[in-house]
């Protein structure tokens, strides 16, 4: 097969890395990949060169990059070949570019809750599948526990205040104050629980399941302060800790620790800068809400040899065997805790890092997810 991956902004370099590793694994497999850069001033005539030159089995790109939204004379209608779309967050984020009229198109998703959302209540009939994150081996055997310098490791920009973000919910007025502080309550409760789900529980008839669009501005609302609280209790009970952070803005997360900080700032990093970091790592800490399924620190922690620490999700908790990472209660109260005997515990640490490389090696590397997109690419 012919695929044309499309490149777009990348912050850190992260999704072009992914990009990357795609376009090779679609190679290895014997399939020809190549890259364009949608966001080119000679995109659209590079993309019709493209075209013209070969045939095309299909058009690739990550989180809506080089998708046509127009309903009328779309590009990718009128050459008649599938888009394939990987959302790397819940889809119902991007609702209006999943119901782009495109007739031949396949979605991916990290999400696995939004395959019964999409295809099973809303009957979209463009095919929908949980496509879970990825990551590439080291190629070179990882570096023992015992001789990895760097304790703990966060990659990630810094959250903002999650108390700060609630707070401004009363902009919104008292009555759609109450439904998202409702619809907090109950996803604390429940925090397997689809959140849309949970929104349209508690927000009928205001926001209601058939309709996407009244969905997202709650499920946009809560999914922000999710991230930031879950990213925020994640790392500060780890700062008193030797805890390496990478990104922007922690500088107001440091002022907010309760005991002296032993955190190292780095800054901002590339994504291969972090890979490296992660190389010498002896644990990662991943934060994630528990709707998102996976991310990409995950697996490529365990690529790197390191112990993979995150909050929990759905998706983790009925798909990672037991002893391939370590995850916190849905409240991360127990993160140092879960740390501190790690770090103490040199040889458990070793066989979590070993159990986690194994299963991301059998089932989570991108040669995985290029397989599963070239056979259902076939299937359409």
Known sequence: MRFILFRGTSLYGSVDRMLDNLAVAFAAQGDAAQIIDATAPDYAATLERTVAEAPVDAFVGFTGIGLDLRAEGNLYNALGKPLVSIYLDPLLLYWNQIVTPIRRRLIFTTAPDDVDYWRGTLGVPVPIRHLPHAASPLGVPPLPWTERDIDLLHAGTAPADPAALRQAWAQHGPKVEARLNAMLDAHDAEPFTPLPALIARIGH???????????????????????????????????????????????????????????????????????????????????????????????????????????????????????????????????????????????????????GRGWFEGAHTWAHRAAAIRDAVAAL
């Open 205 to 355: 008839p205001v926001a209601a399941l058939a309709s996407p669009d009244s969905l997202y501005p709650y499920f946009q609302t809560l999914d922000q302060y999710l991230r930031a609280r879950v990213r925020w209790r994640m790392v500060l009970p780890l700062l008193q800790r030797p805890l390496t952070l990478v990104g922007p803005g922690w500088e107001p997360v440091l002022a907010a620790s309760s005991g002296p900080v032993r955190a190292h700032l780095l800054g901002a990093k590339t994504a291969g800068e972090v890979a490296d970091l992660m190389a010498r790592a002896k644990i990662v800490v991943n934060s994630c809400t528990p709707y998102h399924g996976s991310h990409e620190r995950l697996f490529q922690a365990m690529a790197a040899g390191a112990v993979a620490l995150s909050s929990p999700t759905a998706w983790l908790e009925a798909a990672a065997p037991a002893g391939a990472l370590a995850r916190t209660r849905p409240d991360q109260a127990d993160v140092a805790a879960l740390a501190d005997r790690l770090l103490d515990d040199a040889v458990e640490a070793q066989a979590m890092a070993d159990a």
